[in-house]
């Protein structure tokens, strides 16, 4: 059957004609070429007692279907205070959507739920904002003033997220630049998604309202590297503090990138600082691909302002729709769309392993709320639908020479709002890259999640007075400051720590730990840093962890066997024992490994013996697999006793 056009050919040709690079053979030239530009906006919970403006209990989570009540809202926009609406909230009321909040009695109450006015902020997490803010060397603000951030997508029952700023304009120490800081902000988290799938939106209050602090630097990242290496020294620099919260969903960033003539698009939520390198350079490119789509319809269109679509629709039956993944007996609606002059643009490249259509296709899921698979296009291959097919397809809308076509299908009600972002998401490839907010996958790609707010949905709290903060309360708030994290890298490399083992470290804040047991046990920082990187970070991974267990627990055994005078080595095997079974003693865990103390002199005289029997059973004059035969003889009585090192130096061949 003949093809109207591969896609796949055009995608690769139009990656290397916009000279895209993967990210592990681009180097900083590359980066300079397509003017790669990024800044943070980093979240990080507060650990405090109660949330940020209720008197529930904040980390107390629940499970998807462990809830004791629904409510369901329908969220509509509002008036800023200079009479106009922000592009957000217009784009969410037009979805439909049912918001659901699933509610546990535990953990939220009759404000979380938009019932009654807020209490007063809670000054725990204000002072750890304080403490954070003259940490990032921010500038206090001298009066809280608690405002109103609109957000229309459900996240938040009341429509708004409250916010207020707490310190401006700082700076954090990279490895080879300083980045400046612009805010530091106080804010409440919002609900957690369950699902979203058609306009039924679910979400769990759990985590509602607890203390978030967003710390937001300027865009001063020039390549993907640095964008992650800003991250974790802010993430590094919140735990030094002890004051915030770890584990997964703590811990959140959105990395706002452009490129050279592209704008700020904010990559929401990323959860995985390893994502940051990746999701970058792919967001970059992808607005350096959209300026090429954008000089290649500038030059087909005389008139932009005037480009339209036109659409008919037709009946399934005249299309082998069911190769599309449209059930049979489909209620849909099935719509076919021209766009005129676009031949090639659906295909273009804009991210590995998607193209300009895929953006179409995520703006029906998103904002019609038609579920995937939602359309398939004339760039397509033909044996999903068939040559003659996309003959009628363009014979019934008029088709002219170079234009392309779409066959899209909805329920009736999403049909009209569908041709709109269709027109919509067209129009603006004229213009370039638009404004919008998108969300990250693992593998580095993104797709659209919705246009990216503007500064119209920011407004006074009426419902809140303004807090003065007091120049002594702040001074003392100075002198209880941890040490910075610049220098505790520094520190790091002078105790000779691996460098590999640098971000478990810091992201545990486990500094003050090797202090205390280099210090006080004389253990050598260096090994309690493998100790923990190495050992237990497997033994984490391979097992779940009891509440009763601690990073202290680890100097509780390195001085156990201080102590006793027994060799580090054996902490690595007694280590997974005492992660498994935190309340056991040490003494026991010995037991268990069937551990026999004995002298170093009782060990190494067994040395000539070993020797003397393995040159009288070798096969191989290797004097190191010699070495290797006489160290397994010995490794089982000599962990523990003496180190491994000192043993393999005395046997000699």
Known sequence: MKQLFDPRRNHAETEQKIGYIPRKKATQADYDRIGFMSGLEVHQQLKTKEKLFCHCPAGIFQKPDDFDAELIRHMRPTLSELGEYDGTALMEFRTRKNIIYRIKNETACTYDVDDTPPFPLNREALSHAIDISLLSKLKVVGEVHITRKQYLDGSIP????????????GEIQLKNKKVRLIQLSLEEDSCREVSDIGHVRIYRTDRLGMPLIETVTYPEFKNPDEVKEGADYIRFLNRSTGKVRSGIGSTRADVNVSCKGGTRVEIKGVAHTGWMPELTHNECFRQWALLAVKDLLVKRVANPGDWKITSKEVKAKDFKLENLGVPKNSMSKVYIVNLPQFQGILSHFTQPGKMFADDLSDRLKVIACIEKPNMVHSEMFEDAVGEKAWGKVRSLLGSKEGDAQIIFWGPDDDIKTALESIEERCKMAFLGVPNETRKSFDDGTTIFERVLPGADRMYPDTDSAPIPLDDAAINEARQRLPVLVSERLDQLLQWNVPQETFTYVLKNNLVPLLEKAQSELNVPARFTASLLAYTLKSIQGHYPQLPDFSYEKVYDLLRFLTERNLDLGIARKMLLHQYQHPKMDFDSIL???????????????????????YREIRTSHDETAGLRWVMGNLNRMATGNVSLRELSGEIKF
């Open 591 to 613: 037991v268990t490994l069937n551990f026999r103390q004995l002298s170093r002199e009782d060990i190494l005289g067994k040395i000539p013996f070993l020797v003397k029997k």
């Open 158 to 169: 009341t429509g708004f997220q409250r916010t207020a700023i707490i310190g401006i304009e």
